[in-house]
Structures are given as C-alpha cells and as structure tokens.
C-alpha cells in the first residue's frame, strides 16, 4: 500500500491507529445541518465504514473504519454534503480541499436560545465562506452571549455576542427587575439612580439580561449587533491558556477582516521546521510579540467607534 | 385644570407635641369638615406623600400623629412651628360617631393605633354622657412609646383606662401602667349588656386579629365590632390600587370597617 | 353608515385630523423583540394607515396612550406646585373589541371609583377610538366567554378589505370626511369572532372562600413576580407616584406616577416595614380574584376583558384562563370543607 499521508490529511482524512483504515471527518460550519443530510451521512458509514458515526468536539462528524482505497468513493458521496453546507472546494467530487483551519463552531445561538444576540451558525458559515480552504491551523468558534457555551476562549479567535442596552426611561416601572439580574447574574453594571436604572458603560458586557427580565420593554437590544474578540485561548500540551479580550464592541467586518490579516502574519512568521509544519497562532505571538501581531491583525481594519481595543494582552494559564 | 385631587395644598404648623422620640403630633391649620378616623397624605416635594390619620380635631386645625419611620415622615420631623406642609385630603370614612352613641363602648388600641381612634375617645371624654360607659385598652411596646400620656390622665376622669406596656424595666414604668398585652386585660372590662356593647380595635395586624377573637369569646356580636386598616396608599381617592382588600378599597370604604365586612377582607 | 376605501383614501382621512390627533395603532418594531432578531408588535405613534399593523395582536395594549408608564403630575418647588401640561394633541386610538371593553373598566376605576382622575379625564376626553375588525381569533383569546367579543362604542370601525378597508362610521365629523373620499357606501359591521379556542368557566358560586383553596399554592414557585401580566392587561391601573429632583441641592422637581403590579415585591410595603402578599400564589390569588370576582362585586362586571395578553407574555407559561378554569374544583374543594 502506498499512501501520501500529507494529501490524505489535506483532503480531511486521518492516518488511523488500524493499519489500512482512515477516518472521514465532515465540516459542518456553525454546527447546524438539514436532518437530510444524516442520511448521507449514514450511507457513507454503512457502505464504506464501519457503519458507527463519532460526533467530533468540533461538530463534526468523523466516520471511521474506512479502506484507504474507498476515499475516492466517500469523496464522490461526500459531494451532497459539501455543496449542501456551501463549503468551498476546488473541484467538485474530490472531497474537502483542505483540514489545517478547523470547522468553526458555535453554540446553538439565537436560533433557538433566548439570550443569544446573534445567529451564530449564519456568522459562522460567513467566515468559513472567508477563510476555507486553508492549510494553516486556526480554530474559531463563535458563541452568543458571554455565558460562552461554546467555550470559545479556548480558541485562537473567540467570538462572543453582545447586545447595547437601549433604555426608554418613559417605560421604566422602577421595578429594580434589571439591576437585581444585572447584580445576580452578570457584572452589576446597574444601579438605581432617582428610581431607574442607570448604567455603567465601562463595565457592562451586552449580555442582554436587562433586556430580557425588564417587564415593560423599558430595555430593548440595540439594532446594531455587537461582539467580543478574544484572542490565542489553546488546550494543548505546552501552556494551555484562556483567550484574552481584545476587541469589544467590535463588528462583524472587521473581526473577518482581523482574521484574515492573521493568517498573512502567520504565512510571514510561522516556522517552518516545526513538527509537522504545524504552529499554533498563539505560540507564533509569544515569539514575535504582541504589538508585532496587532500591527498585522489590525492593518486596514476599520472598527465602529464605539469598539474598545484592549491593548497589550498579556495571556496566563498554565505552563508547563 | 379644576379638581385636581393631586394638587396638595399648603398648611402651617401651629403646634408641635411630642410624645417620643420618633413620635409627635403635628397640629395643622385645615378649616374644611373632617372625622375622626380619616386621613390626610402629608405631601412633601421632592420625599413624597405618606397617609396620616388625624388624632385630633381643633377649631380651624387637625392633630396629625407621625412616627418618623420613613424617608416622608423623617422629613417632616425636620420641620417645625410656623413651617408649612403639603396636605391633601381629608379622605376616607373616618369614624360615624353615631354608632357609639347610647352604647357601652371598648376601644382597644395598639401603638399608633390609639392615632386614629383619639378623636373618638376624645369626643366621649368630654361628652361621658353620649355613652352608657367606656373603657379604653392602650397599649404600648414599653414606656417610652407611650402616646398622648398627657391625654390619659383627663381621659381617666370620665372612662376606665387601662394602659399596659408589653414589657418594662423596675422602676421605669408609669404607676398607672400595667404590664401585659392588650387581649390579657379584655377580661378585666366591666360590661352591662354585653349583646349591645360596641368596641373599636385599631392597631397592628396580629394585635387587632387577636383581639377581635378577644371580644368575639368575651360575647361580642360581630356587627359591634370596628376595626380600622392600615395600608400602603399613594393616592387616597380608588385609584392606585395599592390598598384594596377584596372588593374595597381602604381609602374610600375605609379605614374604619365594621367586622362584619371586615373580616371577609383578606389581604 | 357603512362605507369602502382604498387604502390611500383612509390615510387621507386619517391625515385629515393629524393637526389635531396624535394616531396610536400597533406597531411593528423592528428588531424591537426581547430576544435578537425578533420584532415586537405593541402601541406606539403612527404617522400613516402602512405602519398600522392589522394581523397580530399586539403584545401591550392600548393603555398606554391614556394612561402613561410614567406620567408627571406637577413640578414643584418647596412651596408652589404647578400642574403639568397636558399632550398638546388628542389620539386617535386604534384598537380592538375587547381593548374597548378594556376602556370601560379604566373609566370605571378614573373616573367613577372615588373622585375623577383630573389627568385621566383631560386625556380621555380628547381620544376617539377606532374599532378594529377581527377577522379571527388570536392564540390565548377568551372575549367570548368574558361577553367582550362584540363593541359598538367606536367613532369608526375599521376591516381590512383587499387592498382597502371596509369602515363603518358613527361620527359626524369622521362622515364628513370619509363621504368624498368613499368608493362605495353600504352596510358594513365590524368583523367579530363568535368562538375561541380558549374559554373560561367562572362558576356562578364563587365567593371570597375560595382564597382558601389550595390550587394557587402551585404559583408560589412557578410565578417569578416580573408584573408582565399586569402591564400587558388592558385592565390593570395601579400606580405609584415618585417625587423627584432635578439637581442634589435643587429646590426644584417633579411629582410623576408610574404603572405598578400587584405581583411584584414591594406593591403593599408599608412605611416602616410590614407587608401582605409575600407569596407569589397569594399574589396571583388576589389578581385572578380581582379579574373574575372582586371588581363584579363592586361595579356589576368583570375586570378581565379576554384579550389573553397576560398568556401570551408570560415567560413561565402561566395561564391566567386556565387558573380561573380552576375555580370551579377549588370552590368544590373549601365548600366541602
């Protein structure tokens, strides 16, 4: 048997620890599929695998026990899936054209949860649609409301949903509903002031509780969308660590374009001779500097004026 | 805009008594009619209104008993002789005197409860002959919440008056005081007719339950009970909502109830 | 008088009383939902018949446009008090049947319980109202069973008719604006449901008793106190006033009113501590009663119009028509006692 182990992970296959068997591994953008799609996805285990499906940490789906030699074939029924998910490929049939950037996921979002402050699957598949294909190792997750379900400061790019508290004092019933939630709940940005609430803008995090526990509507969401960027979280054998706020009151546009700019800045700054070819963000930026990598993220990133960059970060976790 | 009950209007302070250190009675310039047993919202801008009940009624003025118990009535404690406070009102039904007249009358009263009902105790003292008897149960916390001290002494020349304290130290209790709650000294009354008597309870929410029970078992008709309420109010007039009970509303049906409707009120 | 109208012949009339009238009608507001990328539709000003939403019930009612969230009563200095101004217009409400019966019992408890309300009566005298037509029920309704199904005190009714509206009209000065501007005339009634899915039971030998029953224990944990019910009811109209300053040393302020809700903490807090209602049953017990029971006592009807507003809003899933469903086991239940 003669496998180029390098192409077939590129092509989203897995050197597996049975000799003669990979594993497929599906990208599903934003973690949300047609139920339709279970079925192929059933087909390909049944006919080609071992007929068992593994649900992976980054939803996705994995199907192992499949014969090296069928990869040709699980690619031409993986084609439903692929155009289905709007992933982008180089020539249909052929499977996924690259693994290093990683299925970017997001929590449930505001298509189903209440404190939600965006479509998180939607955002997600628009920055697949930016970003993929790509060799480079980044992971990207996006969650909804800073309760942060998704963990999403474990990833190199977190994105987190915000809402702007818009107050109509006339509707305000000074039933104190909001301050008590805001104290209980979040991070006590409210307090009463001649019977309404009034609120700390530096500390508030747009979490939207106020909004959703006001009785009256005095509170409602700001139309704009807002979100939170953390930066270089990472599991991990070296020094795990959680991301670290860089950007808040940040926009969709630019968190795009700041992701971007990163992967021009790890082509430039990536070494080579790394295992594998294969660096994490986060290390990269423990090596050239901070200021090094916000130059690069930030060039020609025009953020909304009410955004607050964080600046210099300064990551912790444990190091080993 | 004309009647606008919400308008307060100005009144000067002719008179201040003090009674505790947390209790006075302020008397008020009001030439307009008024009861024993109604109230007035004591309005002050910029604190806000608090519904005091008028312990007492002069010629072109009103006794309003306060105790400086909130951010209004802690206020109005910082004025003094010749000022001026917002009032509005009289509101209420206040007590009908004409239910008492020709009976034997028991008036039970707790704390500031004896407020509301002084008026009426009052009257009788200086018409003993308006009743057939009357005796008045006050009681007070301890010696140092007593009211109208001054009163109880006159009062006591026309009326049996047994005033009690809950408890008290050796020594610092009045020689007129005795110890006890209230419903302890109801067996003491001494009544002719016990079918006809009629009686007053005023005073805190376990106070009045327990002595209402007090009279039914010493042989009190319900319909010869009285009771008046206390509750949060911030308008006077049926509107606001805070101190209905059922079907009334205590600023307008109220405060003083017969217990018949009475206790059919659960809060 | 009935007539049809093409829909920019009704905003003509509409925009004929704009120098006078302020139009209050449900509106959409984008975006406006409590949760993101929803809508919310509730009252609010309307500048033309396109923002009127017809098809939906909205989730506040009309209330608000007589009797304000907060509305200041006078501005004060220590020893003057000057009566606010009143709105420099009159409103042309737009609402439906049941909201008009709603407009019976907030006359009832503003103008007749005790004194007139003097702010409630300046507003209330220069609002028109127009009927809006329902085609169909809306979830959660229950105006058939409360007889609110059907009004007639309206100066205009108006249905949605194609791309126009069928209007049938009672008012002088609203005939003789439409008349010219009418395509056709004929008789028209206003659209009104017969049935609805949800109906209620209020049993003929309800008393006070039943305040004893233990069906409203299980409200004491499913009940949050938040008070939605009550500032969605087109019938609830407690407030509490606050007196206010307008700088730390100021001698000026304002004396403003504020809608209140018997479910939430604090409603019967008296000076100096002491409360009643501390359970959320109690607290429920008190305004089931006061919808179904207490306010007939007191006025010959009941308080609750049916427009199943406090259902709709509830973010625990109470329903308020189910709890009075229950009445009748829990009369049966102290009765045998």
């Known amino acids: 048997m003669d496998i180029n182990t390098k192409k077939l992970k590129k092509n989203a296959f897995r050197v597996t620890k049975v000799r003669g068997m990979t594993a497929s591994r599906i990208r599903v953008p934003g973690g949300h599929l047609d139920a339709r799609y279970l079925g192929k996805i059933q087909e390909i285990a049944e006919r080609f695998g071992n007929g068992t499906i593994h649900i992976t940490s980054r939803q996705g789906f994995e199907i192992p026990g499949i014969p090296y030699e069928k990869m040709a074939e699980v690619n031409a029924l993986l084609q439903p899936l692929i155009e289905g998910l709007d992933i982008n490929q180089s020539e249909p049939g052929t499977g996924y054209p690259a693994s290093g950037t990683r299925n970017i996921t997001a929590c449930i979002g505001n298509r189903v949860c209440p404190y939600a402050c965006y479509d998180t699957t939607a955002f997600a598949r628009r920055i697949e649609k930016a970003v993929f294909p790509n060799d480079l190792h ?8 800073p309760n942060d379900c998704m963990k999403v400061r474990m990833h190199d790019f977190g994105i987190m949903g915000m809402t702007e508290p818009q107050f109509e004092p006339q509707r305000c019933v000074s039933c104190e509903a909001c301050i008590d939630v805001c104290a209980k709940k979040s991070v006590t940005a409210l307090k009463a002031v001649k019977y309404r609430p009034q609120r700390n803008e530096e500390k508030c995090i747009g979490c939207g509780e106020c909004v959703l526990n006001c009785p009256n509507m ?3 969401r700001s139309k704009e969308k807002y979100y939170r960027l953390t930066l270089m979280g990472r599991t991990g054998k070296k020094n795990p660590r959680l991301g670290e706020d860089f950007i808040k009151w940040g926009d969709e546009a630019s968190i795009i374009k700041i992701i971007l700019n990163t992967y021009d800045y790890v082509e430039k700054y990536i070494d080579r001779n790394a295992p594998g070819g294969k660096e994490h963000i986060g290390y990269i930026v423990d090596r050239t500097g901070f200021e090094e990598f916000k130059g690069w993220a930030l060039k020609d990133v025009n953020l909304p004026a009410k955004a607050r960059v ?11 | 805009m004309t009647d606008n009950e919400y308008v307060p209007f100005l009144s000067k302070i002719t008179e201040i008594i003090r009674h505790t250190d947390i209790e006075y009675t302020f008397r008020m310039t009001y030439d307009g009619d008024v009861k024993p047993g109604q109230f007035f919202e004591v309005s002050i801008p910029k604190y806000g209104e608090a519904p005091i009940s008028v312990s007492g009624i002069g010629d072109g003025t009103v006794d309003l008993t306060i ?20 009032l509005r009102g009289p509101y209420g039904n206040g007590f009908d005197l004409d239910d008492y007249r020709g009976r034997e009358l028991v008036v039970v009263a707790g704390g500031t409860g004896l407020s509301p009902v002084r008026g009426v105790v009052d009257h009788f003292a200086r018409h003993p002959e308006e009743v057939k008897g009357m005796t008045l149960i006050t009681g007070f916390k301890s010696p140092a919440d007593i009211l109208f001290f001054g009163d109880l002494a006159r009062w006591k020349q026309s009326m049996e008056v047994i005033l009690t304290v809950d408890c008290a130290d050796d ?9 006890g709650l209230v419903t302890e000294h109801l067996p003491k009354v001494k009544l002719g007719d016990i079918s006809r008597a009629v009686a007053i309870v005023v005073g805190p929410p376990a106070m009045m339950r327990f002595s209402v029970l007090g009279l039914l078992e010493l042989g009190f008709a319900e319909k010869n009970i009285w009771i008046s309420q206390e509750r949060k109010m911030c308008c006077g007039i049926g509107k606001c909502g805070h101190c209905k009970i059922g079907d009334v509303y205590v600023c307008l049906d109220g405060p003083v109830f017969n217990y018949t409707k009475g206790r059919t009120l659960i809060d | 008088m009935g007539f049809k109208l093409s829909r920019e012949a009704f905003d003509a009339v509409l925009q004929s009383w704009t120098d006078d009238y302020v139009l209050f009608a449900p509106k959409r507001f984008e975006q406006g939902g409590i949760y993101s990328d929803t809508d919310c539709i509730r009252y609010g000003q309307v500048q033309a018949v396109d923002e009127i939403v017809f098809d939906s019930k909205s989730l506040y009612s009309f209330k608000e446009a007589l009797l304000p969230v907060s509305e200041t009563l006078f501005f004060f200095t220590e020893e003057t008090v000057k009566e606010a101004d009143p709105p420099k217009k009159g409103a042309i409400i737009f609402l439906r049947s049941c909201d008009l019966h709603g407009l019976k019992r907030l006359d009832e408890i ?5 004194p007139e309300d003097a702010y409630y009566r300046r507003l209330r005298d220069r609002v028109q109202f127009v009927l809006m037509g329902c085609p169909h029920s809306f979830e959660n309704c229950f105006c058939v069973s409360m007889g609110t199904n059907q009004a007639t005190d309206y100066a205009i009714s108006v249905d949605v008719e194609g791309d126009g509206f069928l ?6 000065a609203w005939a003789e604006r439409i008349t010219p501007r009418a395509e056709a005339e004929l008789d028209v009634t206003p659209r009104h449901v017969t049935e609805n899915a949800v109906t209620v039971n209020i049993p003929e030998t309800l008393t006070i008793q039943v305040a004893s029953s233990r069906i409203w224990d299980e409200y004491d944990n499913r009940c949050i106190d938040c008070g939605r019910c009550n500032f969605v009811c087109p019938t609830c109209t407690c407030f509490t006033m606050q007196d206010l300053f307008y700088t730390e040393n100021g001698r000026v302020g304002e004396r403003r009113r504020i809608w209140a809700s018997c479910m939430v903490d604090g409603f019967t807090d008296v000076a100096g501590g002491g409360s009643y209602r501390k359970k959320n ?7 089931v009663l006061h919808k179904v029971y207490d306010f007939k006592v007191r006025t010959g009807s009941h308080m609750c119009v049916g427009c199943g507003r406090c259902d709709d809003v509830c973010p625990e899933y109470i329903s308020f028509s189910n709890s009075v469903n229950k009445l009748d086991q829990a009369m049966k239940e102290v009765s045998g006692r």
């Not at chain 2, 020594?171 to 110890?179: L, R, T, Y």
């Not at chain 3, 049953?281 to 305004?287: C, D, H, L, N, V």
Request: charged share 25%.
């Open chain 2, 67 to 86: 105790r400086k118990v909130g951010k209004v009535t802690n206020e109005v404690f910082e004025h003094t002789m010749g000022d001026h406070l917002f």
């Open chain 2, 171 to 179: 020594g610092d209790k009045p020689a007129a005081c005795q110890i």
């Open chain 3, 167 to 172: 209007v049938d009209c009672k008012s002088e």
């Open chain 3, 281 to 287: 049953g109690e607290r429920m017990r008190f305004k």
């Open chain 1, 310 to 320: 964080f600046t210099p970060l300064y990551w912790q976790g444990i190091k080993y």
């Open chain 1, 218 to 220: 005095a509170w409602t």
């Open chain 1, 138 to 145: 980044f992971k990207i997750a996006l969650t909804g409301c």
């Open chain 3, 110 to 114: 503003y103008l007749r319980n005790g």
